[in-house]
């Protein structure tokens, strides 16, 4: 780890595919947030660098910023099948945050995953820099967001086609 990032990583009980496929869908991010903040999306499962799908985020959760409901565009930025995934977001706000997201998957010789969790604020447009708002979030909610992608791949998802 480093001053502007964070990593976490966990066993997870499910192949790096199997736990891909819920970092792909618009519906995992939501179903995995431990944040409180990711309230629902909309959008198609993403399957390369430069999708993108909306969410719908709630502020509140965290009450630290009075910003209500507002909506966020998620932009993939790297795209490695089964082994990375990573992200940025841009919504409202002006400039954009510039922060990253992601995971790193790697097979274990058990049959799971060692899934790592990352969250980069290291080229944060300066405007927010000097804001000193960053980290957003803390290290407690990528090591409880990791538990719950556990438990969520464990109990059967991603959710059958409807």
């Known amino acids: 780890m480093s001053e502007e990032r964070m990593e976490v990583s966990r066993p997870i009980t ?24 990711l309230q629902s999306a909309d959008g198609e499962v993403v399957t390369a660098a430069g999708d993108s799908f909306v969410v719908h985020m709630d502020r509140e959760a965290l009450n630290d910023y009075p910003l209500g409901r507002y909506d966020v565009t998620v932009i993939i930025r790297d795209f490695e099948r089964d082994r990375l995934i990573s992200w940025t977001i841009e919504g409202a706000i002006k ?17 799971g995953t060692l899934a790592t969790s990352f969250y ?23 090591r409880a967001t990791l538990g719950i992608l ?13």
């Open 14 to 37: 499910a192949t790096p595919t199997e736990v891909f496929a819920v970092l792909c869908d618009p519906q995992g991010h939501v179903a995995i947030d431990s944040s409180g903040m």
């Open 95 to 111: 400039p954009p945050l510039g922060h990253v997201y992601g995971y790193r998957l790697e097979p274990t010789d058990d049959g």
């Open 120 to 142: 980069d604020w290291s080229d944060i447009d300066e405007t927010w820099r000097e804001a000193g708002i960053f980290p957003v979030l803390q290290e407690g909610a990528l």
């Open 150 to 162: 556990d438990r969520t791949v464990r109990r059967g998802y991603p959710r059958p086609a409807e």
